[in-house]
């Protein structure tokens, strides 16, 4: 067993599920496995176990059940089900009774499963430090309070509008952040749209950091990821006793932002339902939790989001219009990237420099073809795309080299960045006879082709089908020779400096 390995407890009935699960769960757990309630317990009395993944229907007991009992023996234990369905009911149920943290329904796929019981593990990890803290917090609390001011200014500092949000001198973002700036000491309510990606949470966290509740909670919820149920009981709270499984009161998110900052993200995916309850409290600034009949004022200041064009969906009538008007005093788009190529790689050095850490790995710097087919891409999935492919190009990159344009991933390669003359675009345009718009591709596919194969040649030709002679013929017909020339100097540039 590797002592770094979390361990887990596989509880399952049936003999070839557990055998299943083991064989996905073992490189990278420590697997414990039972077929029974009685043998789980066993297990949980002599061994150490972090996490519990439990299959719901047990012939002793349900899984949520025997969750509900572990809950109450060893309540540091992460809790997970599998179930072949998720009823909100049972959902909500389980959530209460039995704390429990994920269901995994079946059947269920090996990457997201092995997903989910990570981030469980790093839950438990979590768990543990704070208990650590909360010892610590006793023990000194004058301290402890100095040590969280300090940590807090320096989260405010890090959402100055000159370091939070990335961008070139010459940004289309730079208005757009002065406006921020202007907005965060006044308590307006501001709506943040923009595609998925651009950078809206972060916009939020600016205005929060920047105003006058930068020391009070900042609290964040998507409401596009739960049901109607769920996310009433989480926004607002409920009794005890307010529905089924109900079993202690829960303080709401509005109520835990209390004083600070409440970021409501695609906001735009709430049902007409649950749109008139969230109306009420924005105009009254009081909650009343689930099942509850006395209301609670709070202070808040509210911050919206959506991808969506909620002007286009009040006319439809999907969205209230009172809500809109209400949630947009202010409304501030936050342009996708395509639109502002030129933060590309400033963005791009820092997402680098981060993954770089992260992933401990000793690689050099962009090159100049690189930087190139990163500035000319579109980024459809803007700076969440940019980083999964940093992340992906650090982890591919050998030890000690630049990070070369035959590391980046086919399709923005394909986007055929442009030289210093601009050769290809007189190729590129979708204007003209079928034998250009032909040609066109044609020099796109051979540069893409070279980059990939560090402008090897024979690699080249051979991949393509061609001749040396012909491939040769092709790049001056192209002028592709001079991008080939120019790369070449650049590596020779940096080999003798």
């Not at 007991?61 to 234990?77: H, I, S, Y």
């Not at 208990?131 to 000194?140: F, G, R, T």
């Not at 650090?394 to 344009?405: C, G, I, N, S």
């Given at each position: 067993m590797d002592v770094d390995q979390p361990s887990i407890l596989v509880i399952d009935d049936e003999a070839r599920s557990v055998e299943a699960l083991e064989r996905i769960l073992e490189e990278d757990f420590d697997v414990k496995t039972a077929t029974s309630i009685a043998e789980a317990e066993k297990i949980l009395e002599t061994e150490y176990v972090q996490i519990i993944l439990c299959d719901q229907c047990m012939p002793d007991?349900?899984?949520?059940?025997?969750?509900?009992?572990?809950?109450?023996?060893?309540?540091?234990?992460v809790r997970i089900i599998i179930s072949g369905y998720t009823e909100a009911e049972d959902i909500i149920r389980g959530v209460n009774e039995a704390g429990i943290y994920q269901y995994v329904t079946k059947p269920w796929q090996p990457e997201s499963l092995l997903l989910t019981l990570k981030n469980a593990a790093g839950l438990y990890d979590l768990q543990r430090n704070n208990?650590?803290?909360?010892?610590?917090?006793?023990?000194?609390s004058d301290r402890a309070e100095s040590v969280m001011h300090t940590r807090r200014k320096e989260l405010k500092e890090s959402y100055s509008y000159d370091d939070g949000i990335i961008r070139s001198d010459s940004s289309p973002m730079n208005e757009i952040c002065s406006k921020l700036a202007q907005l965060a000491?006044?308590?307006?309510?501001?709506?943040?749209?923009?595609?998925?990606?651009?950078?809206?949470?972060?916009?939020?966290?600016?205005?929060h950091y920047n105003s006058l509740r930068?020391?009070?909670p900042f609290v964040v919820e998507n409401c596009g990821a739960l049901p109607d149920e769920l996310l009433e009981s989480e926004m607002f709270g409920h009794k005890r006793g307010a529905f089924t499984g109900a079993v202690e009161d829960h303080v709401g998110l509005f109520e835990r932002a209390n004083g600070g900052t409440i970021f409501l993200d695609e906001i735009g995916e709430v049902s007409p339902a649950f749109q008139v309850k969230l109306l009420r409290v924005l105009q009254e600034g009081e909650i009343r939790p689930v099942g509850s009949s006395k209301t609670r004022k709070v202070d808040i200041r509210?911050?919206?989001?959506?991808?969506?064009?909620l002007e286009n969906e009040v006319r439809l009538g999907n969205f209230r219009q009172d809500l809109y008007y209400r949630l947009a005093g202010v409304t501030i788009l936050l342009p996708p990237l395509r639109d502002r190529s030129e933060d590309v790689l400033p963005i791009a050095q820092i997402l680098f420099e981060r993954a770089r850490a992260s992933l401990q790995k000793n690689v050099g710097e962009f090159t100049a073809e690189t930087s190139d087919c990163l500035t000319k891409y579109h980024w459809p999935g803007n700076v969440r795309e940019l980083m999964n492919e940093i992340q992906h190009m650090?982890?591919?990159?050998?030890?000690?080299?630049?990070?070369?344009?035959d590391l980046l991933s086919p399709r923005i390669l394909r986007a055929a960045p442009p030289d210093d003359d601009g050769v290809l675009e007189a190729f590129a345009s979708l204007d003209g006879t079928l034998k250009d718009r032909i040609e066109a591709l044609e020099a796109r596919i051979i540069k893409e082709t070279l980059i990939r194969h560090k402008w090897n040649k024979s690699q080249a030709a051979r991949e393509l089908g061609l001749s040396r002679v012909g491939l040769r013929s092709k790049l001056e017909r192209y002028s592709l020779d001079k991008i080939e020339s120019f790369t070449h100097s650049e590596r020779k540039a940096k080999q003798d400096g």
């Open positions: 007991m349900t899984g949520v059940e025997f969750l509900k009992v572990a809950r109450t023996k060893w309540p540091d234990l208990e650590l803290l909360a010892i610590e917090l006793k023990m000194s000491p006044y308590d307006v309510f501001v709506l943040i749209t923009g595609e998925s990606g651009t950078g809206k949470e972060l916009a939020a966290r600016s205005l930068w020391n009070k509210v911050i919206a989001a959506t991808n969506k064009d650090v982890v591919m990159a050998p030890e000690k080299q630049d990070l070369t344009a």
